[in-house]
């Protein structure tokens, strides 16, 4: 695998979603720099998921992960 010039955003939501599958190696990777910490505007982010939500759920009966 090729390294990237920069590391990949790492939130809350990997941390949850990996919990079970490979914790380890995504902190191991994490510790070699091939992560960087994110915090991105979570009040942004729901505001336009809600927008989101409103534009297109009914229609495609997703939820709010998907």
Request: hydrophobic share 45%; aromatic share 4%.
């Amino acid at each position: 695998m090729r390294r990237q010039a920069l590391p990949l955003p790492l939130t809350w939501l990997h941390h949850v979603e990996f919990r079970n599958a490979s914790l380890n190696a995504l902190l191991t990777d994490a510790a070699g720099g091939v992560f960087a910490g994110a915090a991105p505007p979570l009040a942004e982010i729901l505001t336009e998921a809600e927008r989101l939500s409103a534009l297109h759920t009914e229609k495609l009966g997703t939820r709010s992960l998907d």
